[in-house]
């Protein structure tokens, strides 16, 4: 009774946004009678429950949004179902624009690019949460480019919002946990001199679930016209500062999902789950 649903959309928002990455977004939350009601972030800026879990849930590629609600709330089934002692959890489902576009290049290039506006957008979100959040970030493929992107962004990079817009850094919540499985990231972004490199200050834990068998992973290379990048979901980090590795946890789940980009069978994985639970659920 004391967990929490909610969706925050940014299907309906322009490439744009203006100097304002909080303008066109809308959210909804579950009622107890099952109906989704319209909400604000204010509501999200506060939490009566301090113990409460507060994870958001990033889709990937090719997700509509009736999608992306139901993929959401299996992520929340998969989190709840067996800890029944756990502190409650409120999961924000992030949903945005991803949907099929023709031609299978045009269309990861596409998502490629609006991942990074995404980013920017998410960062504003998460800006605004209490210090005191425990907050964990779950993101599939594409989505945990919006993560990795959200947190560099936090850190003072500047990361896929308009050009003359003002960096969104700010302070994030006092314990950070991120679990990206098959990051559809370019490899070298995380390391210390990437792209995304400033979102270490603000990961507490990173857990990366990556398989060497993912077809679609394979293809990274890709999004790119020049150089050929490999995905961070299919290679993991290599060398780190210490200070970094050893709040880095990789696993290579390629013998437990296969030759696939299914995020379901990823789901089936022992690995995968018990890396969803035990970062959600860890203490700070």
């Given at each position: 009774?004391?967990?929490?649903?909610?969706?925050?959309?940014?299907?309906?928002?322009?490439?744009?946004?203006?100097?304002?990455?909080?303008?066109?977004?809308?959210?909804?939350?579950?009622?107890?009678?099952?109906?989704?009601?319209?909400?604000?972030?204010?509501?999200?800026?506060?939490?009566?429950?301090?113990?409460?879990?507060?994870?958001?849930?990033?889709?990937?590629?090719?997700?509509?949004?009736h999608d992306a609600l139901y993929r959401g709330l299996r992520i929340y089934r998969?989190?709840?179902?067996?800890?029944?002692?756990?502190?409650?959890?409120?999961?924000?489902i992030w949903s945005w624009p991803s949907d099929k576009m023709r031609g299978q290049?045009?269309?990861?290039?596409?998502?490629?690019?609006?991942?990074?506006?995404?980013?920017?957008?998410?960062?504003?979100?998460?800006?605004?949460?209490?210090?005191?959040?425990?907050?964990?970030?779950?993101?599939?493929?594409?989505?945990?480019?919006?993560?990795?992107?959200?947190?560099?962004?936090?850190?003072?990079?500047?990361?896929?919002?308009?050009?003359?817009?003002?960096?969104?850094?700010?302070?994030?919540?006092?314990?950070?946990?991120?679990?990206?499985?098959?990051?559809?990231?370019?490899?070298?972004?995380l390391s210390p001199w990437g792209w995304h490199s400033l979102a270490w200050r603000?990961?507490?834990?990173?857990?990366?679930?990556?398989?060497?068998?993912?077809?679609?992973?394979?293809?990274?290379?890709?999004?790119?016209?020049?150089?050929?990048?490999?995905?961070?979901?299919?290679?993991?980090?290599?060398?780190?500062?210490?200070?970094?590795?050893?709040?880095?946890?990789?696993?290579?789940?390629?013998?437990?999902?296969?030759?696939?980009?299914?995020?379901?069978?990823?789901?089936?994985?022992?690995?995968?789950?018990?890396?969803?639970?035990?970062?959600?659920?860890?203490?700070?």
């Amino acid at each position: 009774p004391e967990d929490e649903l909610w969706v925050i959309s940014t299907r309906q928002a322009s490439w744009s946004g203006g100097d304002d990455p909080l303008r066109e977004l809308v959210v909804t939350q579950r009622q107890v009678t099952g109906a989704w009601q319209p909400a604000s972030l204010a509501e999200l800026e506060s939490d009566p429950i301090p113990e409460r879990r507060t994870v958001f849930y990033v889709h990937g590629n090719r997700v509509p949004s009736h999608d992306a609600l139901y993929r959401g709330l299996r992520i929340y089934r998969l989190l709840t179902c067996e800890q029944h002692q756990a502190p409650p959890v409120r999961l924000i489902i992030w949903s945005w624009p991803s949907d099929k576009m023709r031609g299978q290049i045009r269309d990861v290039r596409a998502k490629a690019a609006r991942s990074d506006h995404e980013a920017w957008r998410l960062a504003a979100v998460l800006a605004r949460l209490p210090a005191e959040t425990h907050l964990t970030l779950i993101g599939y493929s594409f989505g945990s480019r919006i993560i990795t992107g959200a947190l560099a962004n936090l850190g003072g990079a500047h990361v896929g919002g308009p050009c003359d817009a003002e960096r969104t850094v700010g302070i994030p919540p006092s314990s950070t946990h991120v679990v990206l499985i098959a990051a559809a990231v370019n490899e070298s972004w995380l390391s210390p001199w990437g792209w995304h490199s400033l979102a270490w200050r603000s990961i507490d834990k990173l857990v990366l679930l990556n398989n060497s068998r993912d077809p679609i992973l394979r293809l990274y290379h890709l999004l790119e016209r020049r150089g050929r990048p490999r995905a961070l979901g299919s290679t993991g980090l290599g060398c780190l500062p210490e200070d970094r590795a050893e709040r880095l946890t990789q696993s290579n789940v390629a013998s437990e999902v296969g030759k696939t980009h299914d995020e379901a069978i990823y789901l089936q994985s022992p690995t995968v789950r018990y890396a969803l639970t035990s970062e959600t659920f860890s203490n700070p």
